[in-house]
């Protein structure tokens, strides 16, 4: 696809965190939604760190801090996972929730893709580190991981350790955290469209609804 086609693409702006499971199951609704579609929309992607509250100013995780979410919270969103896995038809998915997954690295790799790659292959990693996390609970934070999703899809892993030891990348895509907050952007998935925007795990015809205005 040429730049000015891509430009003209019609595009559905998804905010999201790969250790989010309604951000997966998110994504597994547009995908069915897209599948009645004539013309695909373009994923315009924009990351959000669940974990922003916990970092420590070096980036690690302090998982000690209090979030005010207790089991009962976690057990209710476990209940809300399992329920759209029925629904979605998400029965590949291996975890409920993944708590102590930190997706930073993987963010960090999936920006640096999407600068560096053309669209599909982005979308092809992208989708990739979903799976990898919720199907298979691998660990998408080290980086051995992320250079095997990568070569997977035809990205060089120098490429690929070189994201992670770049500090204005990490600057720049903790600048894209603060913009999504801005953005009042609260919670994951958030997709918005032409203005409009539908918070979670929504249903198909609740995109259609978004998208088209209907």
């Not at 057990?75 to 329920?83: D, G, I, L, P, T």
């Not at 799976?131 to 999703?149: P, T, Y």
Request: net charge negative; proline share 3%; glycine share 6%.
């Amino acid at each position: 696809m040429t730049d000015d086609a891509e430009s003209t693409t019609d595009r559905i702006t998804i905010y999201s965190d790969y250790v989010c499971p309604f951000c997966y199951l998110g994504r597994r609704s547009l995908a069915e939604y897209q599948d009645g579609r004539e013309e695909e929309l373009r994923i315009d992607w924009q990351p959000y760190d669940l974990r922003a509250g916990k970092r420590n100013p070096d980036g690690t995780i302090n998982h000690d801090v209090d979030d005010g979410k207790d089991e009962s919270y976690y057990e209710q969103a476990k209940q809300n996972v399992r329920r759209l896995q029925e629904e979605y038809g998400a029965d590949e998915m291996e975890l409920d929730l993944a708590t102590e997954v930190d997706s930073l690295p993987a963010q960090l790799v999936s920006v640096a893709i999407r600068e560096q790659y053309d669209h599909e292959t982005w979308l092809d990693f992208d989708e990739a580190v979903f799976e990898a996390l919720w199907h298979e609970g691998r660990d998408i934070g080290d980086a051995d991981v992320l250079v095997d999703l990568a070569d997977d899809v035809g990205v060089d892993e120098a490429d690929v350790r070189e994201a992670l030891a770049d500090d204005e990348r990490r600057s720049r895509l903790r600048e894209q955290f603060r913009e999504a907050r801005e953005a009042k952007i609260t919670g994951v998935p958030t997709f918005v469209y032409d203005g409009r925007a539908a918070r979670g795990a929504v249903p198909p015809e609740q995109l259609q609804r978004l998208v088209d205005g209907v």
